[in-house]
């Protein structure tokens, strides 16, 4: 087997046992923790998730594309420049993340684990984007064992064998510490890498560029996970914390599919769409994109089928009435993850050009779109209001983006 498909394979099958891991989880949590507890922890992650990217700032989509094209003699300016701004940013967005919990969105005797958890995740996120720009796709999938695997097994078997450990601060301290391991290896290999160029002064112009390009491609990001945000919090508003459990559990096992899309696909196949297009390789950026709408159909008609024949099996072994009296909520479940993954084919071929424009106006269009289709479902069908919503915000997405690309993609190019 050729060196790169091995590492593939070894990518594949690690981002495989991670995400059955969080499978796993998800599952064990719904059997050990009340459905209070799992929707506590559904809020605590999403909300974590969120926060995410305004520390982050998508800043990330701007030092990816200049990475690629710089020599690593610049890197270190690169990553000084975002050092700088990510200090910035935290010490601007920790005083605003602090609401939350004045404001009662989430309890208090989270907080704690809630900015520990968000350090963590943030740091160890941007050093896992910078290795997979690097081609370094392989150590970057054992990062999210580390912070996303490896720990969701250990909290499973300590709960399967110990019954005083089921409850919400043992998974908590197990994430913090698989995040931790996960950071300590990422710093390890960046010093390994030799990286130069440290010396360089900090460069404002290029951060305020870099500002420019990120800030609506935020703004866009924050729409759409604004909706994957704001959709437990509103389910939990129409229903109760029990029924938005079942909810957190079906949302959990159906985005195992983006996850699987994001490790198995994306992360190998966008990188070298920008590389093609910046090089102005039409055959390769053809050939790229063709494989990633091809891999991407696959994939997800193999997750659904998959998902669709194991999740009554798995409701009982869970014996409790409350998930199988909503096992409706699954198949809504279901189709959202599906249509966004969908949607992500020609995102990536979007973006790869440096067409960002569609994305944003894609995005924002479908917040605009999610919740007056939601608050006027909600009048009449609390239960689906919320997944329904999500459901037509995101065809709205998919058919705008294919749009986009059939547009404003040269036909050398398609």
Known sequence: M??????????IALRGITLASKFLLIFFLAKFLEPEELGLYGLLTVTIGYALYLLGFDFYTFTTREVIKQEKGNWGGILKNQSVLSIILYLAIFP????????????????????????LEHITQE????LIAVSEQLLASVMLFLRSGIWAVFV????????????????????????????????YRLKQLNITGWHKHIDW???????????????ATLAVRGILTVDRYWFAELTNLETLGAYVLFMGVSTALLSFLDAGVFAFLYPAMISAHHNKDAIAFRLKSKTLLLQTLIFSCIFVATALVAIDPLLIWL????????????LWTLLITLLYSLSMIPHYALYAQGLDRPIIHSHIASLLI??????????YWPLQAVPAGLCIAFLFILLWKCLAFVRLTPAQYR
């Open 319 to 330: 014996n409790k009435p409350l998930y199988l009296a909503h096992k409706s909520i699954f």
């Open 370 to 379: 999610f919740i007056p289709v939601t608050w006027l479902l909600s009048r």
């Open 127 to 130: 050093l896992g984007r910078l």
């Open 156 to 187: 499973t078997f300590l709960m399967l064998m110990r019954p005083d450990t089921r409850e919400l601060n043992i998974v908590l301290i197990s994430w913090a510490f698989g995040s931790l391991a996960a950071l300590c290896l990422g710093i």
């Open 96 to 119: 605003i993340l602090s609401l939350i919990f004045i404001k009662d969105l989430l309890p208090w005797s989270v907080a704690g684990w809630f900015f520990t958890l968000l350090v």
């Open 2 to 11: 050729p060196k790169q498909s091995l590492i593939r394979f070894i990518n």
């Open 205 to 219: 112009k290029w951060i305020l560029r870099g500002l420019k390009t990120a800030i609506p491609l935020l703004v």
